[in-house]
């Protein structure tokens, strides 16, 4: 079985500071996907990145990198000079292989995060 | 607009009635998932079909039904054998490795 662990139940950044949110996950695959998402008040989820077991860089997108150590089994996420807008709480999730078209997802227990002006 | 649709946002029901969420998506997408949300918590699977006319139980299906008769549609029963259903209920749809939510349904049974 798969599990993703948050030990970060609340985290403090300071606006245009970066912070690290830590994800380790669990997992006997080698074929597997990581993933970072944002959830606002509202409820919504919305996907920031993604990192598959066999890509050997790290992931990027905009202000958003995923440190991924294959060894230790973290997939930390890193936000780069935040912003107000990104106080949210945020979740690691990973998926094993592939089935066809569909992806289980597996989550964590979440990080909020709040950004301080 | 593209996109994943979720009705009502919020939901209220009594204890022993059945209630259906509604998810609809034209993405054109295969795969669709419902997911569950407990406060303070991450999601958990309920179910989810990769093809009309099937589905797959997910990690906490007891309590729960779905159909897939479209593949624009994934609706998902509570019924009144679910012993918690107070929750928020997050229907996605699926496509490449990326997963496209919805807006979600906050559901209250007194």
């Known amino acids: 079985a798969q599990k993703i662990t948050q030990t970060q139940p609340g985290m403090f950044v300071q606006e245009k500071e970066a912070v690290t949110l830590d994800c380790t996950y669990d997992?006997?695959?080698?074929?597997?996907?990581l993933f970072w998402y944002k959830q606002p008040s509202s409820g919504e989820m919305i996907f920031l990145i993604y990192?598959?077991?066999?890509?050997?860089q790290n992931a990027t997108e905009g202000r958003y990198s995923l440190n991924f150590q294959k060894a230790r089994k973290s997939a930390n996420l890193v936000i780069s000079a935040s912003q107000l807008g990104d106080s949210a709480m945020y979740f690691c999730?990973?998926?094993?292989?592939?089935?066809?078209?569909?992806?289980?997802?597996?989550f964590g227990s979440g990080t909020q995060l709040t950004v301080l002006p | 607009d593209g996109g994943i649709t979720q009705s009502p946002k919020y939901l209220f029901r009594k204890e022993g009635q059945n209630v259906t969420l509604s998810c609809e998506q034209n993405?054109?997408?295969?795969?669709m998932y419902w997911y569950r949300q407990d406060p303070g918590q991450g999601l958990r699977l309920i179910y989810y079909?990769?093809?009309?006319?099937?589905?797959q139980k997910g990690d906490i299906a007891e309590g729960y039904s779905v159909s897939r008769e479209k593949k624009e549609s994934f609706p998902l029963t509570v019924t009144s054998a679910q012993k918690n259903p107070t929750a928020f209920y997050l229907c996605?749809?699926?496509?490449?490795?990326?997963?496209?939510f919805g807006p979600g349904t906050r559901l209250t049974v007194t």
């Open positions: 990192q598959g077991s066999y890509d050997e």
């Open positions: 079909s990769q093809i009309v006319n099937d589905f």
């Open positions: 996605a749809t699926g496509g490449g490795y990326e997963q496209y």
């Open positions: 997992t006997s695959d080698q074929s597997y996907g």
């Open positions: 993405l054109n997408h295969d795969a």
């Open positions: 999730a990973m998926s094993i292989g592939s089935s066809g078209s569909a992806r289980q997802l597996t």
